[in-house]
């Protein structure tokens, strides 16, 4: 399946729930994973303009973006999402050219 990067900043709601319940990161990921089927390959909480950076696997584009916008849709988080190409499939990619 293909990998994906997802940055993600807290909003001012957000932050609230996360000081006053911060098992709900491990929540949202399981809500994820059943509702989209995808994977959370890694997560990892960060200091700078992003607050996590969360590696995950998925079916399709389609699927993070559908993702994406129901997780921006509650308001407590924005995101910023990227495919990831593995490095060695690259190298293979760019032979054939």
Same mark, same amino acid.
């Given at each position: 399946m293909p990998i994906f990067v997802m !940055? =993600?900043?807290l909003t001012d709601e /957000?932050? %609230?729930t996360l000081k006053h319940k911060p098992e709900r990161i491990k929540?949202?990921?399981r809500e994820v $994973?059943? %509702?989209? /089927?995808? %994977?959370i390959i890694a997560q990892y909480a !960060? $200091?700078?303009p992003y607050d996590f950076v969360n590696i995950i696997e998925a079916p399709d584009n389609d699927t993070v973006v559908? $993702? +994406? &916008?129901e997780l921006g849709s509650r308001g =407590?988080? #924005? =995101? !910023? =999402? $990227?495919? +990831?190409i593995e490095v060695? #499939?690259? &190298?293979?990619d760019l032979k054939s050219l």
């Open positions: !940055l =993600t900043t /957000g932050m %609230k929540e949202v990921d $994973m059943e %509702k989209f /089927g995808v %994977k !960060l $200091m700078g559908k $993702m +994406a &916008i =407590t988080i #924005r =995101t !910023l =999402t $990227m495919p +990831a060695e #499939r690259l &190298i293979e």
